[in-house]
């Protein structure tokens, strides 16, 4: 891919190792026809339905609270992958999502910074953001590798809040980057640094594969001295190897590293697998870092309604039969409220456990425990719900209420005289 239009002269090259090798390691452009010269951009497949709900969901909650209390009311988005902005079809990619964030949220000043690295892509990205960024805005949409473009994103965020996507095709950015991006200094309040990272399975898969082979091309040494340096020493290796399956290695890498950088870091993780259809193993892991628990709850929540996305997008509405000149009937709807009826089920019985338990229902501590087997699946009206049926029966006070649910703290109310 992108080399083979070798970089301009005068503007940073592209290292061959991220852009083709990466490109050959990723499964994201696997099945799709080749229109344009970058084959992951003709449409979209269902698990960047997934990936992109999530950003729109939660990236203004990111931009609402981390902004509220800056005396400027700036913040920064990276895109350190940023592709061509939108698909073929039209179909915003996370530059364009983001560029109509920055339309959209007049209370805050959203400063953005893309990189592209390959040539193609980048021109394309350039052009859309120049017709679709407010005029007033704050942009700019770089050439070159992400690597060789950190130090000037890290100035460009100054002290700002940062909230940065890394969306690779393959291994992606190194241990030392990512923790640098995570602990920078800044003047004021709260860390205010997030990272959204894609961690492809595939690409970890297939370069783990390597490891059982009796010869190494240079190239293919290379990548694993790259997966090295991505996750911070040899350790994968031992683990890679120690699984039978390839995407349960990768689920146990990707664990492990996260806990590695939360380590170095001192942020908490969340780790969300994104599958092209339920019987496929995950195409990759999104792992998002935060120091802040209103960070890791409302990553929760965006998951849960992109995978609500992701399930529609899975199966569409049935086309209208022409010869009957009746719509068939959709069954999605329908599904999705018995999904929903068993997540509202399953919370409510997780509760009265916790509470027999414990005595008192702490959301902020024991969310994971109340939301169970549909963690991921359920958002917080059905923790509500839930939580709702206990103080309809007497056993849970105060009422639990959609405002602040993130914080509630109920107990059992006090027996009668
Ligand atoms: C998965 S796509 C990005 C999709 C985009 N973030 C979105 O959601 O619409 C990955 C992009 O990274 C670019 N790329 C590959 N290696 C890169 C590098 N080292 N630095 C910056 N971009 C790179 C590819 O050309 C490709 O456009």
Redesign the pocket.
């Known amino acids: ?2 080399v083979s239009t070798g970089p301009a002269s005068g503007e940073p090259p ?2 061959a190792h ?2 083709l090798e ?2 050959a390691l ?1 499964d ?1 452009a696997g099945g799709e026809s080749v229109q344009t010269d ?1 084959p ?2 003709v449409s979209k497949q269902a698990a ?1 339905v997934f ?2 709900k999530l ?1 729109k969901v939660y990236f203004p909650k990111f931009a609402g609270k981390a902004g509220s209390n800056e005396p400027d009311r700036r913040l920064v988005y990276v ?8 698909y073929d079809d039209g179909t ?4 364009l999502l983001i560029a109509q964030n920055v339309a959209g949220m007049t209370q805050r000043q959203i400063d953005c910074l893309f ?4 040539r193609s ?1 980048h021109q394309h990205l350039k052009a859309l953001l120049e017709r679709e960024m407010p005029p007033t805005a704050v942009w700019d949409a770089l050439h ?4 060789e473009h950190l130090n000037h994103a890290l100035s460009f965020a100054a002290d700002s809040p940062l909230f940065m ?1 890394i ?4 291994l992606g950015p190194t241990f030392p980057e990512v923790t640098r991006i995570l602990n920078r200094p800044r003047r004021g309040f709260g860390s205010k640094t997030e990272v959204l990272l ?1 961690f492809i399975s595939g690409a970890f898969a297939r370069a783990g594969g390597y490891l059982r082979m009796n010869t190494l091309t240079p190239q293919r040494l290379k990548t694993l001295e790259h997966l090295d340096e991505v996750l911070n020493g040899p350790w994968w290796r031992d683990a890679y190897l120690s699984v039978d399956v390839p995407s349960a290695a990768v689920k146990q890498i990707a664990a492990e590293y996260a806990r590695r950088v939360g380590n170095a870091t001192g942020c908490r993780s969340t780790l969300i697998p994104v599958k092209n259809r339920a019987h496929h193993v995950p195409l990759y892991w999104l792992v998002h870092f935060t120091k802040h628990q209103d960070g890791v709850w409302w990553m929760r929540e965006a998951a849960s309604q992109a995978s609500a996305e992701w399930r529609r997008y899975c199966s569409p509405p049935p086309a209208t039969d022409d010869d009957t000149l009746f719509a068939l009937e959709d069954p999605f709807p329908g599904e999705e409220l018995t999904r929903q009826q068993q997540w509202i089920d399953h919370i409510e019985s997780n509760a009265r456990r916790v509470l027999d338990r414990a005595k008192v229902i702490n959301v902020p501590v024991d969310a994971e425990e109340l939301y169970g087997e549909a963690l991921g699946l359920a958002w917080s009206k059905h923790l509500r719900q839930g939580l709702a049926r206990l103080y309809d029966d007497g056993l849970l006070q105060p009422k639990p209420l959609a405002k602040d649910l993130d914080k509630y703290v109920g107990v059992a109310p006090p027996a009668g005289p």
């Open positions: 891919m992108g592209v290292p991220d852009a990466d490109y990723s994201e970058d992951f951009f960047a990936k992109h950003l895109d350190t992958h940023a592709g061509r902005g939108s915003p990619g996370s530059p990189v592209e690295a390959r892509n070159g590798a992400a690597s996507f969306d690779p095709y393959g894609n």
